[in-house]
């Protein structure tokens, strides 16, 4: 596979005029050559939190092949299916999947706080036992964990993160010093910042100023509902494009009509695409990775080499998965490319062709 | 006047050792020689915001003689004498005494938000009329006024601004949009940040997300109490050196023991240092300038020369002392000599000793 006269943007190396080979799954050579490009080539999105899209929730069904296609459309190669608080049975069948499904899983709960549960099922949401943390622990899939650091024991943050299991931050009512407990135990990511979080006050500045004080990442829904276009810029002027970590929190209402749906057992009703609980909670949202991309360019003035970062290195370097988020020699040929204005026009998972189809 | 073998600290040129030369109240040279310090030297402090101290209140008291003469003793060589909210003819009598006493005056309020008074008497603040404003153009003690930008028509900031009277927004409870026209219209300072201000919001960023993502120059009252010591740190995260000026918002009880006090006709509780109304509302500081020093010092790990920038320069700058907040020949010998803890050791107003005196 080889694709030609294109600005490649690679997180480190920068942008350039070039063309890049393929072979067996993986980039086998990138060339610049200083034609004038047809279209803009970045590694695939990652998605490192999306509860499901096109009718589909990860949690409560099976068709994740239907949501995968409708991914592709949007840039994305990689996604981490992601659950919200539910029983530790559900959860297990879960994880269970994931693995049948060769997916990288996110558990969003039900370790975190009630004050802050923002659209989670209260009714699920505990404290962890170290015997339920060890079943866990034997799921392959189990990548990454949403979890409350003053719900939560560091000692088990510990034993996560050492096992290889990337702990977030998130769902907190965390104070300053509760956040750094997390932080000191091994977390270094805090979900869907500054949504559901203790938000930043002058004589507190709780989770919210310890995400934006220390160098955690910060998970961002860049809808411009759930976060403000103002406080996006705000954020980027703070962490700049090394620690921001773009994320859709897609629900199944993604990719389909306003109207009524479910999240973990509670009603959604999305209007004009913004997915509330019955109370005006939000709940989760119906944006895709490609629209959260031209966002974020747009909110911040971010260049394209940061918008790769954002994208897919900052997602792929935190969740260890080495082969990914570059173009560059020996790296996973996900790819995606994308027209001036930041459509997407084609997309390749291990070099192979799968938007459009056919 | 000359002083030798001090650590030479300018906002510009950095860190030295070296010997200081003055003569006519103005530095006549600088000269580097090497050798081993045996003190700090600093520009001496400009507190651009304090109603008083020692028993004294500048609105309501005439003996300025007495706060200047503390305030020497802390490091402080140029301060703005501030009034509160109150009536119009107290303002022009405040305005007169500035005006024989020689001193630059910042009157904070009344042209402020009710919302967000603070310790402020209600019964002042209302909206300002052209007249008024027109009226107090004609003092040219008058160098800064704090206002509200949802308050005050741009109209009257940018005359404000044309007429060379720095406009800091303040006791304000606007909108980014709000915040911005005031930045617009001219004003480049924001008062005691974030204290009495529409606080951040993840959906509306308010007042303190303009003071946070633009060139502001944020008033700062580095006592751990109005500010925690961590929102300091977060604060010159994102607003490096160049933009925060120090303040003390000191009160009459500052240098004076614990009990009853009086601020704009409001009775003030001082317990531990701690000046509130009595439902619990901080009510100024007794906060003095070289405990704001070392604190920020302190919070931060900010280094010397960034303590002279805070401390000095950037108000100097700000303000229009063209003669000021340097060590650096042609300027005002206002000096300051430190210990390495930062406890003021010597002042000098003009070139003569002003501390310890005699």
């Known amino acids: 596979m080889r694709i030609e006269r294109v600005l490649v943007v690679d997180p480190l190396d920068g942008e350039y005029v070039g063309s890049v080979e393929a072979e067996n799954g993986k980039i086998e050579s990138v060339e610049a ?6 279209a803009i080539l970045m590694p695939a999105f990652i998605d490192v939190h999306t509860h499901g899209a096109v009718g589909v929730d990860f949690l409560d069904d099976e068709d994740w ?29 879960f994880l269970e999947r994931a693995e049948r499904k060769g997916k990288l899983a996110h558990l969003e709960g039900p370790y975190i706080s ?56 998130g769902h907190s009512n965390a104070t300053y010093e509760e956040a750094m407990r997390g932080y000191r135990a091994g977390a270094r990511r805090i979900t869907h910042f500054p949504n559901a ?29 759930h976060v403000s276009p103002k406080m996006v810029e705000l954020i980027f002027k703070i962490k ?52 959260a991309v031209k966002n974020f360019g747009e909110f911040t003035g971010a260049d394209l080499r940061c918008l790769s970062k954002v994208s897919s290195y900052n997602a792929a370097l935190h969740m260890g998965l080495e ?36």
Chains 1, 2 share one sequence.
């Open 33 to 38: 050559d200083g034609e004038k490009p047809r």
């Open 65 to 93: 092949e239907k949501v995968e296609e409708f991914f592709h459309s949007q840039g994305v190669v990689t996604f981490f299916p992601t659950s919200v608080s539910t029983s530790f049975d559900r959860m297990v069948d």
């Open 114 to 169: 009630l004050e802050k549960k923002g659209a989670q099922n209260p009714e699920f949401i505990r404290k962890p036992t170290d015997e339920e943390i060890d079943e866990l622990l034997k799921y392959g899939s189990l990548r990454t964990i949403t979890l409350a650091p003053e719900v939560v024991e560091p000692s088990i943050v510990e034993k996560l993160e050492s096992s290889g299991i990337r702990v977030s931050l």
């Open 197 to 225: 979080l203790r938000s930043l006050h002058h004589r507190e500045i709780g989770i919210s100023g310890a995400g934006l004080l220390h160098d955690f990442y910060l998970e961002i829904i860049s809808d411009g509902i």
């Open 240 to 291: 700049g494009c090394d620690r921001i970590i773009l994320i859709t929190d897609s629900i199944s209402a993604t990719g389909l009509e306003d109207g009524e749906y479910e999240l973990g057992g509670l009603k959604v009703f999305v209007e004009d695409g913004i997915a509330r609980l019955e109370d005006g909670t939000l709940a989760g949202s119906t944006l895709t990775f490609s629209r």
């Open 323 to 358: 082969e990914k988020g570059r173009i560059s020699e020996g790296f996973d040929a996900d790819l995606v490319i994308l027209d001036f204005d930041l459509n997407v026009l084609e997309v390749y998972s291990s070099g192979e062709r799968v938007f459009p189809e056919g």
